[in-house]
């Protein structure tokens, strides 16, 4: 078999100070929750060395330090073939991979682990899971993260999801391990007094879509704030223009609040933050469907999902059916404060504050047993060229990877000297930000000038 790694697979040990973990992202939201996934698997002592896929969504500095999380050292910049090569036998030994990626690049990640380790081998533990809701695409994402050793679901009623997606299949559902969503933390809501005082409005990049829906959701935000002048309305925005999270922001709501007929009122304004530190002071979270409305349902903070737009799929705000949560503007102007059905969040993953049960413990004890193993099986993907000959070979290309998941030539390029380094940053920056002027000023107006 063809092997255009650069060094020859090294053993893996636990460390005695405790594993050592690396964490592989392609975007700021995905950093957070596998960095916080990494601190929930191994609390005690550990190493956690940070890595970002390079790609269209690569987080700036601003977005990860906004994120909260930090690793033992800036996290590098890498292809997938670049990481694969420093598995391979790099400066770093890691003990457990986290996987913090879209399904394509996971699947990528996992054939590149086959080819270097096709037979059993005291190889690192790979571990990946979904960053939120999982409203669409089930069946898709979930056959391309398996191979992982532990594949994480955020709750109970997910863990049944996935396997029965995997056993319909005919893909082993072992590695699906019941465990929660990692970054739901902070005190318990004290409403001060029985005034609402700050309404948190959390957007989404994508969610929704077109320029018509999101002017819509932030005048109906700016109307509330007009109607309740003792409250203060704040538009929690995910990224800066130029900046793209988890997924593209065709129409940043900043440039949205600019043409807004009449602007904002002097009690609404624009937010960046970390969205723990902005929940702490929030008395109504209000959100199409962010993963933000877990994180305010966990602390007891009174929570909406807006049906204004419809509940449909491609929101994603059908999860929330049975939460007890699902309204209207019409009906938070009236003063309406939803709170979470106490079944529906059980179900859902989103225990209560303080609660003694530890979600992670079953994901400790089998990450603890593959770690204490002299050997591991191979990776074993359920897409190979026997089950998807039309499918993988297409997943792996765009990663640089040829069907066997061995770097195409010249995929991990070393870096050469320093000055190289210095301008090949720069030229790749210079191109996100062609792509991303592209995506939020040149599209819209392509589009608009088509519809004449």
């Known amino acids: ?164 997606v995997y056993e319909g299949a005919g893909a082993d559902p072992d590695a699906v391990t019941e465990t929660a969503l990692p970054f739901l933390d902070g005190a318990p809501y004290q409403p001060a007094g029985n005034r609402t005082h700050r309404v948190v409005f959390a957007v989404q990049p994508s969610v929704p879509e077109s320029r018509a829906d999101r002017t819509y959701l932030l005048g109906r935000a700016a109307g509330h704030a007009r109607l309740h002048p003792d409250r203060e309305v704040l538009v929690k925005l995910r990224s800066r223009p130029g900046e793209h999270t988890t997924h593209l922001e065709e129409h940043p709501y900043q440039r949205l609040a600019e043409r807004l007929p009449g602007g904002l009122p002097p009690n609404c304004r624009l937010v960046y933050g970390h969205m723990g530190e902005v929940l702490d002071t929030t008395d109504l979270l209000v959100t199409v469907s962010s993963t933000a409305a877990l994180e305010s349902m966990h602390r007891g903070i009174p929570t909406a999902v807006l049906t204004d737009l419809g509940i449909r799929e491609a929101l994603g705000n059908q999860h929330f059916l049975g939460s007890g949560c699902l309204t209207s503007w019409d009906e938070l102007d009236a003063g309406l404060l939803p709170r979470a059905a106490p079944a529906w969040t059980t179900a859902h993953g989103v225990p209560a504050p303080r609660r003694p049960a530890d979600p992670y413990a079953a994901a400790r004890r089998r990450l603890g047993r593959l770690l204490t193993a002299d050997r591991l099986p191979p990776v074993d993907p359920y897409y190979t060229l026997r089950t998807a000959p039309g499918y993988l070979p297409g997943i792996l290309a765009r990663q640089h990877l040829a069907p066997d998941g061995t770097p195409l030539p010249g995929a991990a390029r070393q870096d050469g000297s320093a000055a190289r380094r210095w301008l090949r940053g720069h030229l790749r920056e210079a191109a996100r930000g062609a792509y991303r002027h592209g995506v939020q000023r040149v599209a819209p107006v392509i589009r608009r000038l088509g519809e004449l």
């Open 1 to 164: 078999m063809r092997n255009n790694f650069c060094r020859v697979p090294v053993p893996f040990r636990s460390s005695p100070a405790g594993p050592r973990i690396a964490v592989l992202a392609d975007s700021d939201t995905r950093w957070k929750w596998g960095a916080l996934t990494a601190r929930r698997l191994a609390p005690g002592d550990h190493r956690v060395t940070g890595y970002l896929l390079r790609g269209r969504a690569t987080p700036t500095a601003r977005q990860l330090g906004e994120a909260g999380v930090a690793a033992d050292a800036a996290p590098a910049e890498v292809t997938c073939a670049e990481f694969l090569a420093e598995l391979a036998g790099g400066r770093e030994r890691h003990d457990v991979v986290v996987l913090a990626l879209v399904g394509g690049a996971v699947q990528a990640v996992l054939h590149g682990a086959r080819a270097l380790w096709p037979q059993p081998a005291a190889r690192p533990v790979f571990v990946t899971g979904y960053v939120g809701v999982v409203y669409e695409k089930l069946a898709d994402g979930l056959l391309l993260r398996h191979g992982a050793d532990l594949v994480l679901a955020n709750s109970g009623h997910d863990a049944a999801r996935f396997r029965a």
